[in-house]
């Protein structure tokens, strides 16, 4: 079975603190996903990476930024977190030759 | 923006199939028609897509009409452990980005 780890599942920071929040996939994808979950909002994608060292923003990367330096991690990061970032971080990935995307259990991120 | 329009809430009861429909009449010749669902603290799962035939796989069938304008996907004897948000979703390719709308929430009712 495919399996996307994300390195916590809850997490607390204060406002101005540098997070990182990490994504692990052992099936050798080379496509991996962050997006933000928020009530009434629904998934938004932040960034994508298409290959190791690649990058794509997404819909809403303000505030963000990524690290692809291995293919089968992906590093989400908050350089300076807001209240505004609290919210639910979900990693995906999926492969060239696969048509779904599979998702991480998600890291609920509480920023104080 | 989703190019899909869902109902916000459904009702089923548990052992009747579920039927969930989703428009999209905006829907382009090589664009897809993928459903996902996400069950409470849990990351979304694929279920079943289709171009313009209907597909059957364990899970689902997905019910494409004619024209493509709308879906429905079929849950045949659905369980309690089908409640879940579940979003109908079109993109082009397998490597596209996908957009996720605010989907249908299914409550299954014993």
């Known amino acids: 079975d495919v399996k996307v780890t994300q390195s916590s599942r809850y997490l607390v920071k204060r406002t101005g603190e540098k997070v990182f929040l990490e994504c692990v996939q052992d099936?050798?994808?080379?496509?991996m996903f962050w997006y933000r979950q928020d009530p009434g909002l629904g998934l938004r994608l932040i960034y994508f990476s298409y290959d190791v060292k690649m990058k794509e923003k997404g819909d809403i990367p303000e505030g963000y930024s990524v690290s692809r330096e291995k293919k089968e991690r992906f590093s989400l990061i908050l350089e300076s977190a807001s209240t505004s970032q609290t919210s639910m971080y979900l990693c995906?990935?999926?492969?060239?030759?696969?048509?779904?995307?599979?998702f991480g259990p998600g890291t609920r991120l509480t920023v104080l | 923006d989703a190019k899909t329009t869902q109902p916000p809430s459904m009702d089923c009861a548990e052992g009747r199939a579920a039927n969930l429909p989703c428009n999209h009449s905006?829907?382009?010749?090589?664009?897809?028609v993928y459903w996902y669902r996400q069950i409470h603290s849990q990351g979304p799962q694929y279920i079943i897509h289709?171009?313009?035939n209907n597909e059957t796989n364990e899970m689902a069938s997905l019910i494409i009409t004619e024209d493509r304008k709308s879906s429905t996907l079929i849950l045949p004897h659905a369980t309690l452990r089908d409640t879940a948000v579940y979003y109908c979703?079109?993109?082009?390719?397998?490597?596209?980005?996908?957009?996720f709308g605010k989907g249908t929430r299914l409550h299954i009712l014993p």
């Open positions: 905006t829907i382009s010749g090589n664009e897809y």
């Open positions: 289709g171009l313009k």
């Open positions: 979703i079109v993109r082009v390719n397998r490597d596209d980005k996908i957009i």
């Open positions: 099936m050798d994808h080379e496509n």
């Open positions: 995906a990935s999926g492969g060239q030759n696969y048509n779904e995307q599979f």
